[in-house]
């Protein structure tokens, strides 16, 4: 299926995607599917999902951390975004007054289905919603001089997310892509995470309860760059849709 959160006569709705409507939940979509539907086209999309968290895993492909001159980790480095800086396609990214270069990373992103804990990465596929695309924004010149990268990925507006959430894709080989105005700047694919979804998911669960709704981003490939005000960055991942957002 596939899941998406809108704005239908000014009111935030949840429902899947049936071809051109769609079918309502009564509240979200962890309550109970009803048989009302609605245009797609009379409804403006939200970012999918509003977690608890949005973890997130650096350097997860080995050519984007050899572009920044980093070792290949050894173990998955995690970070997290605040949930204030999460927006919808077709919202705008803001830079910063404190930096001067402000980059795109098109990453695949887990959503969590169903609280999770100390679970093995063989039963990770029962604890996940779908999967969808996210834009983990950087402040990049900010990155070397925090020691860690809070701040640089945290400002408002700093993670895009959706269109919406499928779960008929397969995340271990999946074609990803990041424009800018049009421009090729990132292709890649899932199959050359270093650490893949069941591995991470298991070992965050190790760390931490993993809450229904929680986003975990998985990586950006190599061919980063910075953006600027009047750009279009448009991420699009196989089975996924395309992910479009404007720079002010």
């Known amino acids: 299926m596939r899941y998406a959160r809108f704005i239908h006569d000014g009111m935030e709705r949840y429902g ?3 071809d051109r409507k769609l079918r309502l939940f009564e509240t979200d979509y962890f309550s109970p599917l009803t048989l009302d539907t609605v245009d797609l086209l009379e409804c403006t999309p939200l970012s999918p999902i509003v977690p608890t968290k949005i973890l997130c895993i650096g350097l997860n492909y080995r050519d984007h951390a050899d572009e920044l001159s980093f070792e290949a980790p050894k173990v998955p480095v995690v ?4 949930t204030t800086s999460l927006i919808s396609p077709g919202d705008r990214i803001v830079r910063p007054k404190a930096s ?39 402040a990049r010149d900010l990155q070397d001089k925090q020691g860690q990268w809070t701040i640089c990925k945290g400002f408002d507006t700093f993670c895009p997310m959706g269109p919406f959430i499928s779960d008929e894709v397969d995340p271990g080989n999946l074609d990803i892509r990041t424009e800018l105005n049009g421009k090729l700047m990132q292709h890649s694919n899932t199959k050359y995470l270093i650490f893949d979804v069941p591995f991470l998911v298991s070992y965050l669960s190790h760390a931490m309860t993993l809450k229904a709704g929680d986003a975990i981003l998985t990586g950006t490939p190599k061919g980063i760059s ?19 957002n404007t720079v002010v």
């Open 226 to 244: 910075g953006m600027n005000a009047g750009d279009e960055v448009a991420i699009s991942i196989e089975g996924l849709g395309k992910l479009v």
């Open 100 to 138: 001067k270069r402000v980059d795109y990373e098109g990453e695949l992103a887990v959503i969590i289905g169903r609280d999770c804990k100390d679970v093995e990465p063989k039963d990770v596929s029962r604890y996940i919603l779908g999967y969808t695309i996210a834009n983990d924004v950087t």
């Open 16 to 18: 899947i995607i049936e």
């Open 79 to 82: 970070f997290m975004k605040p």
